[in-house]
């Protein structure tokens, strides 16, 4: 059984034109990552959530913002994607921000045209 | 800066033989070490982890650390066809965040 779900798994947006991808969880973790990872890249932090406690990354651009309304989702909005955006957008849970037991979603790639 | 390193490879293995995958990275205040294994279009998957200096055996796997050099490796032996994939290491401080180094692309040759 999926474990970790990100929906839906295929996107694709206009340049400018808002988007949002969904995760949700079964495994009752209390933080919540959100991950991008660009062809041949390295999977890069753009913020988690410690409960409802929401640590954005330094460098994450305004661009992206996150909601989680509830223990089982978390959101990932892109107010106004560029062609850079272009990337698998991975989610990921773990208990207490342990890092030996973090969970990753299926991913969802996203494509800007 | 936190940094890791990898060599993006491809590296290429015959079918049974050890495969090798390195790692170095510039946080001396690295405390855990992590290999995910990723194939093409999935998400990353846990393989080892390792905070001791030395060896950690699981299988097939090792995962050796020398935190003196800053370096961490994988090994894999009697490599198959199915470890054909990207092999990701990462690292963490403080604040328990993974960062991630790109990845080595390894190809077993049946």
């Known amino acids: 059984d999926a474990m970790v779900i990100q929906n839906p798994r295929y996107q694709v947006t206009q340049f400018g034109k808002p988007v949002t991808l969904s995760c949700s969880q079964t495994l009752n973790h209390n933080v919540m990552y959100w991950y991008q990872q660009k062809s041949s890249q390295a999977p890069k932090l753009l913020f988690h959530?410690?409960?409802?406690?929401?640590?954005n990354e330094a460098d994450t651009p305004d661009n992206f913002q996150s909601r989680r309304p509830n223990t089982s989702f978390c959101f990932l909005d892109i107010r106004s994607p560029g062609l850079g955006d272009a990337a698998m957008y991975l989610c990921?849970?773990?208990?207490?921000?342990?890092?030996?037991?973090?969970?990753f979603g299926p991913g969802t790639r996203l494509t800007v045209t | 800066q936190k940094e890791v390193e990898q060599n993006s490879g491809p590296l290429s293995v015959p079918e049974g033989a050890i495969a090798s995958l390195n790692c170095t990275y510039s946080d001396r205040g690295s405390q855990s070490f992590f290999w995910y294994r990723q194939y093409s279009g999935k998400s990353p998957e846990l393989i080892m982890f390792i905070y001791s200096n030395g060896d950690k055996e699981d299988g097939r796997f090792t995962a050796q650390l020398n935190k003196a050099s800053q370096y961490v490796s994988l090994l894999i032996r009697d490599s198959q066809p199915s470890d054909s994939a990207t092999y990701l290491c990462a690292v963490t401080t403080g604040a328990n965040n993974l960062f991630f180094g790109t990845g080595t692309r390894l190809t077993v040759i049946p």
């Open positions: 959530y410690y409960d409802k406690d929401f640590n």
């Open positions: 990921a849970t773990s208990r207490d921000h342990n890092p030996y037991e973090q969970y």
